[in-house]
């Protein structure tokens, strides 16, 4: 449409003219821009009933294009598939976001990815094949945080996470118990009172462990 000022796009104008989308247009899919996929086609679904007569518009030669509802229902999940990375991006591209935030955003997008269900509503079996496509990059990230100790020791210092979150979502015995020898040999290592303090040493091993353990 954007493409054809002088033909197509006057006629959007006009399909759109007596409705809440006037003189708005669909954004583009642009390769280079984060999330444009996902703000195309929300806007594809909000101006639906725009998008159906304009195709169904003979004079506009699109009529072969119009979609069936199954296509339509496959537009919505994807949209709702992609607003889970939307909304990461969003948070992550903030003033607020920390390292702590890091592994549950992942952990979030990683079991829609791999179950495919967003807000309890399967989504359509093509999606669901190229989600867990999708899941394999999604991997090859998650693993370059055991490169760096630092996202193990803000969960496990974490007020609201510590232990209780990796049992949540389930890990491995082995890997929550990792988790705490890395943040204990960082206290011991880089943070620990000097051998003239034993006493005061001792006491804050145990409030380590406090910190560490306590689920509540």
């Avoid at 984060?34 to 195309?40: D, F, K, L, P």
């Avoid at 760096?148 to 020791?153: A, K």
């Avoid at 496990?156 to 990796?166: C, G, I, R, T, W």
């Avoid at 620990?192 to 006491?203: D, I, R, V, W």
């Amino acid at each position: 449409i954007i493409n054809l000022p002088t033909l197509l796009l006057p006629r959007w104008h006009e399909t759109v003219a007596n409705t809440e989308f006037k003189n708005h247009v669909l954004p583009r899919d642009v390769a280079t821009h984060w999330n444009s996929t996902y703000n195309m086609l929300s806007a594809f679904i909000k101006m639906k009933s725009a998008v159906v007569d304009f195709l169904d518009c003979a004079s506009n030669g699109f009529a072969d294009y119009a979609l069936s509802s199954e296509e339509w229902e496959a537009i919505g999940d994807l949209v709702k598939a992609l607003k889970i990375l939307k909304d990461a991006t969003t948070f992550f591209s903030s003033n607020s976001p920390n390292i702590s935030s890091v592994i549950p955003a992942m952990d979030t997008i990683n079991e829609v990815f791999a179950s495919g269900i967003v807000d309890n509503h399967e989504l359509c079996a093509p999606l669901r094949h190229a989600l867990s496509i999708g899941k394999k990059t999604l991997n090859k990230y998650y693993a370059l945080t055991d490169d760096s100790d630092i996202y193990r020791i803000t969960m496990v210092l974490h007020p609201l996470y510590k232990l209780a979150y990796f049992k949540t979502v389930h890990w491995q015995e082995s890997l929550i118990n990792n988790a705490v020898d890395v943040t204990h040999k960082a206290w011991t290592t880089r943070y620990k009172p000097s051998t003239a303090l034993e006493s005061t040493t001792a006491q804050a091993t145990v409030c380590f462990y406090l910190l560490s353990h306590h689920i509540d």
